[in-house]
């Protein structure tokens, strides 16, 4: 076993699983439940983490997960109706409601 991902946001670590899953890459959560144990720990050592079951899907899974991280950091846009700046996510001005074209 190996681990490939922790993060302190559960839900960040369950998508991880579940587009690993997807892609066939066999994973186990650790420390899934472990936050409450974080006075007696240090935080870091409570984070859920995927763990690749197989070793040699390492790389497979990093690129898989780096593909996943970089859909996050796309560019914003800026409205052509009222120049109001918006994340890349929004499909329409959270501003004017204009449709980004």
Known sequence: MRLIYTNENRIMVLNVKNVLMSHDIDVTLNNEFA????????????????????????????QIIDSISHEG?????????????????????????????
């Open 35 to 62: 936050s409450s144990a974080s006075g007696g720990l240090a935080p870091f050592d409570t984070w859920p983490e995927v763990w690749l079951l197989n070793k040699d899907d390492f790389d497979k899974a990093k």
């Open 73 to 101: 950091n796309l560019e914003s846009w800026q409205c052509n109706n009222c120049k109001e700046e918006n994340d890349q996510s929004f499909d329409f001005c959270w501003s004017c409601h204009a449709e980004n074209t």
